[in-house]
């Protein structure tokens, strides 16, 4: 089995930074492509970073410029740094990965959330 976890959540003032983790642990071969969704007190999920094998990366347009996504192949984990935090960061973020598994199959993974809170 495969486990997807995120971490590095918590609360901050505006303007300033966290490091969110995504780490995939149990019979993970490789990890194609990893996005980063958030999703607001009744909003609908939103994507907001992505970060592919290749490692080419994309990202939406309010987040440009002070968020980058990265990954360590070698930890199985990718990362979300998140500067000039604004209190519209504020949600719960979610890693969602394309795992291969011992068994060269790709299957879609979600990990648990990790809050964001940023005070104004």
């Known amino acids: 089995q495969v486990q997807l976890v995120e971490s590095g959540g918590g609360l901050v003032q505006a303007g300033g930074s966290l490091r969110l983790s995504c780490v995939a642990s149990?019979?993970?071969?490789?990890?194609?492509?990893v996005l980063w969704y958030r999703q607001a007190p009744a909003k609908q999920r939103d994507l907001v970073a992505s970060i592919f094998s290749d490692g080419d990366t994309n990202y939406a347009d309010s987040v440009k410029g002070r968020f980058t996504i990265s990954r360590d192949n070698a930890k199985n984990t990718v990362y979300l740094q998140m500067n000039s935090l604004k209190p519209e960061d504020a949600a719960v973020y979610y890693c969602?990965?394309?795992?291969?598994?011992?068994?060269?199959?790709?299957?879609?993974?979600w990990g648990q959330g990790t809050q964001v809170t940023v005070s104004s």
């Open positions: 969602n990965a394309v795992i291969k598994d011992y068994t060269a199959r790709f299957r879609d993974y």
């Open positions: 149990g019979t993970v071969f490789s990890i194609d492509r």
